[in-house]
């Protein structure tokens, strides 16, 4: 499995983003997808995540403001973000991932649980 991020970008505290990850490769029928974000001299964290069935969860800090979806027409797989309302705090490298199987949601934000990452996209809130 193959992820690449879109180019993230700045953004005004209170606007509006959309970050996407271009999926490719045999994922398989059960899978979770998740994005996951980082901060200088900080270890990474997961965000938001969504499995193969729809099930998404979310960190507290970003309920209300962040979305997670997955579009699969045709024959490409896209991972979305749609963060609303940002804030400075959210100002950070963001990676999408993804693991084989469907993840339990006490499990979704544990690194090891992923196998693929993308390269990373930067998101700067002012």
């Known amino acids: 499995v193959q992820l690449v991020e879109s180019e993230g970008g700045s953004v005004l505290a209170g606007g509006s983003l959309r970050l996407s990850c271009a999926v490719s490769g045999y994922i398989g029928n059960d899978y979770t997808l998740a994005w996951f974000r980082q901060t200088p001299g900080n270890g990474r964290q997961g965000v938001a995540s969504i499995d193969s069935n729809g099930v998404a969860n979310y960190v507290e800090s970003v309920k209300g403001r962040f979305t997670i979806s997955e579009d699969n027409a045709g024959s490409n797989k896209i991972l979305y973000l749609q963060v609303n309302g940002v804030r400075p705090e959210d100002t950070a490298m963001y990676y999408c991932?993804?693991?084989?199987?469907?993840?339990?949601?006490?499990?979704?934000?544990?690194?090891?649980?992923?196998?693929?990452w993308g390269q990373g996209t930067q998101v700067t809130v002012s």
């Open positions: 991932a993804s693991a084989t199987g469907r993840v339990g949601l006490a499990f979704r934000f544990l690194l090891s649980e992923y196998n693929a």
